[in-house]
């Protein structure tokens, strides 16, 4: 096996960087993947696995695919304490939306649990921790498959990365094709508020490429390119992040032999620190989170693309029957819990909110924002500011259920961990209806 050196990578990122610009000139010239809005990312992924060495072979990617995966969620989760830029909206609008969004969050990985361990789990040979690549991938999406595969691994489990990528590749499948078919049925039954006709979709949504009168700025330069690029300067804060992130997980492994602070959590709380310190040092006006949210979104196409080329289809065959059954499951109660609930806890615009909750729980938060954007083009809803002042409670939650999942699981408090899910999940909803934060 040739060993690995920096021209590795950089062959490994050429020829996947290759396969995005393809996936891109299908995007914009095959008419069934516009209809099915299918991204690049997605599909330059299936080609790398075609074409690499678990297909063909004739494209020479290195061993190394799967590791990217962990440096790549590291650099996104160390992006997002810096991106927030949440705006004002109304309270009972924020706390239905983050009782919604959080209580379907607990239910899906308690359910992924107990169904894994209690009913797949007796059926096969399974690895503990089975069942949670299901809510790892549906509403984790391939950054937290990414992180939940890299953190078994670390524990000796590495079937459990190609899993949990499997199923957030099959949940942005169904989020874009499940979720069209709905916007479908919606707009004839009359529940969407700002779209009528499914054909009235603009042609940029379909191809992806904007004209020139909707182009818009990519961020705003705060520094003069004499003394250094002002991308530049707002990479230097995100790997600066990321690596800090890397430092506390090394050094936690040294003061507490056995367990493992996954990098992306350690990035993430770094991150909050050093956010926090610019602000009062006011060097934060310095910083684009417009940059960021940008480099934010190549780091996660390139993630897609890389996750699911390093899928091992050996592995999704071993285990082929208990997967397509865990998968199935998690997207009927998906599906009921989204559409049962979100009617019941959001008077307004419930419709469109549910569809853009849907994209995030099945597939990613860039899915949930492009079904937003069918049904809701001028962002009338106000569901993205809403979900973003929300998600500022949301995501402790979801650093807290990453990090701890694999070691709990691991270790035989598995079924704890998603009964106690599963109980919180219930609780959330029942006070939300007791304050009556959904009227």
């Known amino acids: 096996m040739e060993s690995f050196t920096p021209w590795t990578l950089f062959v490994d990122v050429g020829m996947i960087s290759v396969l995005l610009l393809i996936g891109k ?12 809005f299918i991204p690049p990312s997605l599909l330059a992924g299936f080609m790398g696995l075609a074409f690499g060495p678990q297909g063909t072979g004739w494209l020479p990617f290195s061993d190394n695919l799967g590791t990217y995966a962990g440096i790549l969620i590291a650099l996104i989760f160390g992006a997002l304490p810096l991106i927030s830029q949440a705006e004002k909206s109304e309270s009972k609008d924020i706390k239905s939306m983050w009782a919604f969004s959080q209580a379907g969050m607990l239910l899906q990985w308690g359910f992924g649990g107990l169904l894994g361990l209690l009913v797949l789990g007796k059926i096969w040979d399974l690895n503990p921790g089975f069942g949670i690549t299901m809510p790892a991938g549906y509403c984790g999406g391939h950054g937290t498959a990414a992180a939940i595969g890299q953190a078994f691994s670390q524990l000796g489990h590495s079937e459990i990365l190609t899993l949990a990528m499997t199923a ?14 709905i916007v479908k049925w919606g707009t004839g039954k009359g529940h969407t508020s700002f779209l009528s006709d499914y054909s009235d979709l603009p042609e940029e949504l379909r191809t992806g490429l904007l004209p020139d009168e909707k182009r818009g700025s990519m961020g705003s330069a705060s520094c003069s390119s004499i003394s250094i690029d002002s991308l530049t300067f707002n990479f ?31 990035a993430f709380v770094v991150g909050i620190l050093i956010n926090w310190g610019m602000k009062k040092t006011n060097v934060s006006r310095y910083v684009c989170p417009t940059n960021i949210s940008h480099m934010s979104g190549a780091f996660t196409d390139f993630l897609v693309a890389f996750g699911i080329a390093s899928i091992k289809i050996s592995v999704v065959v071993e285990y082929a029957v ?15 819990y989204i559409f049962v609930m979100a009617r019941k806890m959001m008077k307004r615009h419930w419709f469109e909110k549910a569809m853009f909750t849907w994209g995030w729980y099945t597939g990613t938060m860039a899915m949930g924002i492009a079904l937003l954007r069918v049904v809701d083009p001028g962002q009338k809803s106000r569901c993205l500011e809403t979900y973003a002042l929300a998600y500022l409670f949301i995501a402790p939650v979801e650093i807290a259920l990453v990090t701890f999942a694999p070691t709990m699981f691991l270790q035989g408090w598995g079924l704890v961990f ?12 029942t006070l939300a209806f007791i304050k009556k934060w959904h009227l």
Do not use: D, H, N
């Open 25 to 36: 000139l299908m995007r914009v010239k095959i008419k069934i993947i516009q209809k099915l």
């Open 168 to 181: 957030a590749t099959v949940g942005i499948i169904a989020s874009v094709i499940i979720g069209l078919l």
């Open 236 to 266: 230097i804060f995100v790997s600066m992040i990321a690596l800090g992130g890397y430092a506390v997980s090394k050094l936690a492994k040294i003061w507490l032999p056995g367990f493992e602070l996954p990098v992306f959590s350690c």
């Open 322 to 336: 208990p997967l397509i059954i865990l998968l199935s499951s998690g997207l009927l109660v998906t599906f009921a």
């Open 418 to 429: 998603s009964s106690v899910s599963i109980i919180c999940s219930a609780i959330i909803l």
